[in-house]
């Protein structure tokens, strides 16, 4: 943007793109004072951003092969073939049945009846076994099925018509992040009361995204998109009587309680945690606010423990009454998706969940202002080894549009990373930070979050995220970007939803031609760079090829990461326990070669008709279907299933 004095009090503007193409231009505009008292409402605001639905594009649905389980009508309406459970349809494939494309299934519901709160841990560990028994089918003919979980009134795609449910929007939680973890495995659907029709069902197919929403027969996907600032009519809400918060004798909780007390003017603090004025630093962290002319009292209590939260709200001062309640208790279990069991998954449920809706049923007859949800962008974005603490935050999220959806104040902060260390973060070592990176999540420091703070407040709206996003290192990671990040990045390659296969050709460039040993050593390269960038390392040639990964600062997560990593260059459906199979950079690129070459490599295959007198030549096979073609039939089974990205064929004859 370039600004031209063009006299008193005006100027010429000129706003241009990356390439110095014209994107406005003005003829003089006018500059006026303001009063200073309304800047606060109409400031632009960075890094706060919000979830957004849009319509797919149309698009021909494919043809595609699905198979349900346990639901024998909605198979009938897609014609798809059932089968009872996951169990089931492997056999089925085992003893030769068509291998489906999409496999519907939906984790169990919660009893009717039962608390949003329970029906969390119900259906995440419903949703975790169900993840966990499609990665472990062990058919190699569905490595290339995707999993589609239904839900119903886990996204609100419509605040005023939609019904959210906290308890299947952990669902969305977890499978998120399992979709971070295994690429190309899992789709997430959510869908209203209405029947859904077959044909917006079968957008699914079409789209590749992977993750979409039905409502009055149309399919609809998240997109995250900057939020301005304030709303018009929008207020910051006056915090006159007692602030409740939760986990509020820890460092974070330091921080906001300070923050409430300089900027929104609380004078009257209740900070509650299992310890209570017991905890470390509590007593200083008390002082500190007196002298900031606050009140402070502390509770001890467990707030996921309905029983001990009623006396904590039921003893809160009549002349000074409850007004605002700020949940930021949390704890963190962290691990892949595959080794989580449902006890992990309630663990970190319960602080997060369990609490918030103690809290949200204990004072929804209170004349509350505010009620304030510390979340988690890994909610929104999913993030490897967090799929219990993304199931506990999704909730969160929804209970915000919940209570907005009944006429009462909340607003969900689906938190970026803080750089201020605390018992959620202290813990982060800076390859986890690096990681974090990659993935669009860069650190922000206090000052910055504590003015976001103020802007989600004042925003409207149900559900904020306040993140610093790395989109440029975000783009650098992948082909593709992923899905629910195009609207902030255009997109450059293929939907992240699918294998990237732009890696395996130019792989299976570099490698035709190569003698074996020149080969292996080109796979070794791969490796070692791989390693290295998921390590955070400057230089490949600081690893020891023949050491163990993990000795050299591979953990589980960065071993998912490796894997999705090498996958993606390859084009190989690698399994979960590759790295801990092949625990060196040497055996690791040994076993690539091994799947490469055992399957036909990239080398060219003879000539061979499948119709009439037109010759198809197949190269590379091996990168994309480790399960090789054994002949011209299997071949054109490929082609009439509808596989995309195995050349140039010609599908209309014959």
């Known amino acids: 943007m370039r600004l031209t004095p063009a006299g008193n009090d005006t100027v010429e503007v000129v706003v ?23 800047l606060g409402a109409v400031r632009s605001v960075r890094n706060l951003y ?127 992040t399992a979709q971070t973890e295994h690429p190309g495995r899992f789709v997430l659907l959510d869908l209203a009361d209405e029947a859904a029709s077959a044909r917006a069902l079968a957008a699914v197919a ?21 939020v301005s600032g304030a709303e018009p009519d929008a207020e910051v809400p006056a915090l006159d009587g007692t602030v409740l918060i939760t986990g509020g004798t820890g460092r974070l909780g330091g921080l906001v309680a300070r923050h409430l007390v300089t900027a929104h003017g609380a004078r009257r603090l209740l900070l509650v945690s299992r310890r209570g004025e017991g905890a470390d630093g509590a007593a200083e962290l008390a002082a500190g606010l007196r002298e900031l002319g606050a009140e402070v009292a502390f509770a001890a209590a467990d707030a996921a423990d309905r029983a001990a939260l009623a006396e904590v709200v039921e003893a809160v001062p009549a002349d000074r009454p409850l007004r605002a309640v700020v949940h930021l208790a949390g704890v963190l279990d962290d691990g892949t998706v595959t080794a989580l069991t449902p006890e992990r998954v309630s663990a970190v449920l319960r602080p997060k969940a369990d609490a918030a809706w103690n809290l949200h049923d204990l004072t929804r007859g209170l004349p509350l202002t505010a009620f304030v949800l510390f979340s988690s962008v890994i909610a929104t974005v999913g993030g490897p080894g967090q799929a219990n603490y993304a199931a506990a935050n999704a909730f969160l999220d929804s209970l915000a549009e919940h209570r907005r959806a009944a006429g009462l104040p909340a607003v969900s902060l689906a938190w970026g990373l803080w750089a201020e260390a605390s018992g959620m973060t202290g813990h982060l070592t800076e390859s986890d930070r690096a990681r974090l990176r990659r993935g669009g999540v860069a650190a922000m420091d206090t000052d910055e979050a504590l003015a976001l703070f103020d802007a989600a407040l004042a925003a409207g709206r149900p559900t904020v995220l306040p993140a610093r996003l790395d989109l440029a290192a975000l783009r650098a990671e992948h082909d593709g970007v992923p899905a629910v990040f195009r609207r902030l990045l255009p997109r450059t390659g293929g939907t992240s939803a699918q294998p990237q296969v732009g890696g395996a050709a130019a792989l299976t460039r570099r490698l035709t031609g ?5 080969r292996d050593a080109a796979l070794l390269e791969l490796v070692l760079a791989e390693v290295a960038g998921v390590l955070g390392l400057g230089e490949p040639g600081l690893l020891v090829p023949d050491r163990a990964l993990r000795e050299q600062g591979l953990d589980s997560l960065t071993t998912v990461e490796l894997r999705n990593r090498i996958g993606a260059a390859t084009g190989l459906r690698l399994p979960t326990t590759v790295v801990f199979e092949h625990p060196t950079a040497t055996a690791l690129a040994r076993y690539l070669g091994e799947r490469i070459t055992g399957t036909g490599g990239v080398e060219q ?45 010609p599908t209309d004859r014959g």
């Open 16 to 38: 241009t793109d990356d390439a110095d193409s014209s994107v406005v231009a003005s003829g003089v505009l006018a500059l006026r004072a303001t009063a200073v008292d309304r």
């Open 50 to 176: 919000g979830v957004v639905w849009e319509p797919l594009p149309p698009a021909v649905p494919e043809a595609v092969r699905w198979a349900v389980l346990d639901d024998p009508a909605r198979a009938a309406d897609l014609g798809a073939d059932p089968y009872p459970d996951l169990a089931a349809l492997r056999e089925a494939v085992a003893d030769g049945a068509p291998v489906p494309g999409l496999v519907l299934a939906g984790p169990a519901a919660a009893a009717d009846g039962a608390a949003p709160d329970a029906a969390a841990h119900t259906t995440a560990a419903r949703a975790l076994t169900l993840v966990q028994e499609w990665l472990a089918l062990g058919e190699e003919r569905l490595d290339a099925a995707r999993l589609v979980v239904v839900t119903r009134g886990a996204a609100t795609v419509d605040g005023a018509r939609d019904v959210p449910s906290p308890g299947a929007a952990a669902v969305w939680g977890l499978v998120r």
């Open 206 to 226: 079409a789209s590749g995204e992977p993750q979409l929403a039905v409502r009055a027969g149309e399919a609809l996907v998240p997109r995250l998109a900057p």
């Open 514 to 518: 190569l003698s074996p040993a020149e």
């Open 605 to 649: 295959v003879a000539p061979v008709r499948v119709a009439g007198d037109d010759p198809v030549v197949v190269v590379g096979m091996a990168c994309r279907y480790p399960g090789g073609v054994r002949s011209p039939e299997d071949l054109w089974q490929l082609v009439a299933d509808g596989t995309d990205a195995i050349g140039d064929f």
